[in-house]
């Protein structure tokens, strides 16, 4: 099973969406159309955390001269 059932993660979903999430057991094979959403909304979630940590990273590495 994917790790994207913390407790976190799920309360975010149920606040958006107003269900549980989808159990998906395993990432392979066709997957329903709520498990795709599922995926599709953790990887919007990864992407947003992405952008936000990315200035501090950034900022973090001396520019060459």
Do not use: F, M, N
């Not at 990864?46 to 940590?53: D, E, P």
């Amino acid at each position: 099973r994917p790790c994207l059932y913390d407790a976190a993660t799920v309360a975010l979903w149920q606040a958006e969406v107003g269900d549980p999430p989808p159990l998906i057991h395993d990432i392979k094979g066709s997957k329903s159309a709520a498990e795709r959403d599922y995926l599709d909304w953790c990887g919007q979630q990864l992407a947003a955390a992405t952008a936000g940590i990315c200035p501090t990273a950034a900022a973090a590495v001396p520019t060459p001269r």
